[in-house]
Antibody
């Protein structure tokens, strides 16, 4: 079964850091482009960033609001995607989803992990 | 930054047709996808590359693009189609951007 399971969410103070992980199973992880998408309370979906497969260069792209603060990485040996979030702001409070692009678009999604930034 | 504009809400009666538009300056030059999100669930891919239905998605869902507007059409709407719908596309500086989302209400 194709599956993505996020972990690492929690409560953090403004200015703090948090690292999210996403465990992938049921597909060839190292071939997939992986992304993070978030949904803040009362708002719509927001693409956070992505990392390409190593065969496609392994490069990363980020949305403007998180560029310079968030870092996406992958460990193909462990089928794991990570999102390191630094200098967190209240506006980063959201459910964070891990996604995989296996065939078209973002066709596999995890169930999400909640990040709350509050003092 | 790149913006994709969707209507905040669309209301439709069961059995009728719902059309959700998404407009962006260069939508005609780049493919768009559509995602559905129901309350308490993760989003799922409905349409990719403007008009291709993702496997397992009912034929009632279709997509089309004209100029810089892409449209998701839901024919013969069912109550189970009530959800938030988002378009996704990008430009040369912004790989992927979601539209603001459209809440479809089935009356």
């Amino acid at each position: 079964e194709v599956q993505l399971v996020e972990s690492g969410g929690g409560l953090v103070k403004p200015g703090g850091s948090l690292r999210l992980s996403c465990a992938a199973s049921g597909f060839t992880f190292n071939n997939a482009w992986m992304s993070w998408v978030r949904r803040a309370p009362g708002k719509g979906l927001e693409w956070v960033g992505r990392i390409k497969s190593k065969i496609d260069g392994g490069t990363t792209d980020y949305a403007a609001p998180v560029k310079g603060r968030f870092t996406i990485s992958r460990d193909d040996s462990k089928n794991t995607l990570s999102l390191q979030m630094n200098s967190l702001k209240i506006g980063d409070t959201a459910v964070y989803y891990c996604t995989a692009s296996l065939t078209f678009g973002m066709d596999v999604w995890g169930q999400g992990t909640t990040v709350t930034v509050s003092s | 930054s790149y913006e994709l504009t969707q209507p905040p809400s669309v209301s439709v009666s069961p059995g009728q047709t719902a059309r959700i538009t998404c407009s962006g300056d260069v939508l005609g030059e780049n493919y768009a996808d559509w995602y559905q999100q129901k309350p308490g669930q993760a989003p799922q891919l409905v349409i990719y590359e403007d008009s291709e239905r993702y496997p397992g998605i009912p034929e009632r869902f279709s997509g089309s693009t004209s100029g810089n507007t892409t449209t998701l059409t839901i024919s013969r709407v069912l109550t189970e189609d009530e959800a938030d719908y988002y378009c996704l596309s990008g430009d040369k500086d912004n790989p992927w951007v979601f539209g603001g989302g459209t809440k479809v209400t089935v009356l």
